[in-house]
């Protein structure tokens, strides 16, 4: 096994695109497991871990753009406000360990239906932005990267630079079902983000389909019915419940059977919105 460390951006590329057949490594809590395990067995490994750029975060225009190497950890400690939906699914993720290592572009780039941080970068309506040196700059919206278990529309040569989230306008939440309390991989998870500005309502649901997706049903339901300035109606939220459950597509496993996911996504799409709209009707009495 090769084994390469650019220590710019652009040797980093100039490596994937010489050698696409290199997988990348930043903290290795994914990539390092399936190793151990003889799941995989990369002819090369690509170590980004000198890539300073990758580890920052900032403020571009209206965006909130995110490193691919910005580990969990700061998501929590640094992002919670711009990105509260983000924050909270990082606090589920593994051990303080994990998250010191572990970061959303790890977590993009294994693209595992299971991944914690892709429901609420869908119902963000995120944009991954991915480089490749021959062709330049390719900005994804998350709705799109996913295409398969563990398949992305990354090409072979392209690198996952930044994820780019517009700051919240409205609450957002993050709720997980796991076999325990912690250090769990998901047996599914739900986000949801409110929009006031757009009188919209983003969702995402995870580890309940062969990739996270977002329950379009169920938003285009409340953009329809929602009245942004009244208590929740418990039949609009049941339906909305129901919608979102509709739009799982879960497998029986070792952690859950597919009954049981569709069940939990209507009920954490009914809890997340009653506390989302919670919050929105107090800050609109504040």
Known sequence: MDFLRPTTWEEALAAKADRPD???IQGGT??????????????????????AELREWAMVGDMCRVGAAVPYARVIEELGGPLPGLAQAARTVGSPQIRNRGSVGGNLGAASPAGDSHPPLLAAGAVVEVESRERGVRMIPADEFYLGVKRSALEPDE???????????GPQYFSKVGTRNAM???VCSFAIALHPDERRVGTGIGSAAPTPRRALEAEELLARELDWTAPLDPALTRRFGKLCAAAAAPIDDVRGKAAYRVHAIGVMARR???????????????
């Open 184 to 186: 769990v991989i998901a």
């Open 272 to 286: 997340t919105l009653a506390w989302a709209w919670n919050d929105h009707l107090g800050k609109r009495a504040a």
């Open 30 to 51: 994914d990539v390092m497991v399936e190793i151990n395990m003889d799941v995989r067995r990369p002819a090369a490994l690509l170590d980004l871990n000198q890539v």
């Open 22 to 24: 290199a997988v990348p």
């Open 159 to 169: 690198l996952i630079r930044a994820v780019h989230v517009r700051p919240a306008t």
